[in-house]
């Protein structure tokens, strides 16, 4: 069993920055692909980011890459999103997901977070 909360979500203006927390409880933390996932008001969850179990592999949603980095401290079952450059595109609920194998759908993922809002403003 794995629990996850996040944190770290607010508002923030565009080309502002924000770094979102995942802090996840349980001892098969390290064996799980850990990644994030949002939903934006009206419209379905999709991927963002995903790391491999060690950190050593890393994917990135194309509409955010080069923006986001995704990273991982197994030693304090947390994993992190340093997001830069905010469009108000980004605004959206950010969900932590633990998931069985290194993807980017949500079928693979085996645990969620409770979420935190993102808002970005003009």
């Known amino acids: 069993q794995v629990q996850l909360v996040e944190s770290g979500g607010g508002l923030v203006q565009a080309g502002g920055s924000l770094r979102l927390s995942c802090a996840a409880s349980?001892?098969?933390?390290?064996?799980?692909?850990m990644g994030w996932f949002r939903q934006a008001p009206g419209k379905e969850r999709e991927f963002v980011a995903v790391?491999?179990?060690?950190?050593?592999?890393?994917y990135y949603a194309d509409s955010v890459k080069g923006r986001f980095t995704i990273s991982r401290d197994n030693a304090k079952n947390a994993v992190y999103l340093q997001m830069n450059s905010l469009k108000p595109e980004d605004t959206a609920v950010y969900y932590c997901?633990?998931?069985?194998?290194?993807?980017?759908?949500?079928?693979?993922?085996?645990?969620w977070g409770v979420g935190t809002l993102v808002t970005v403003s003009s």
């Open positions: 997901a633990a998931l069985v194998r290194l993807g980017v759908y949500a079928r693979d993922v085996h645990y």
């Open positions: 349980g001892r098969t933390f390290s064996s799980y692909a």
């Open positions: 790391s491999s179990w060690s950190g050593g592999s890393t």
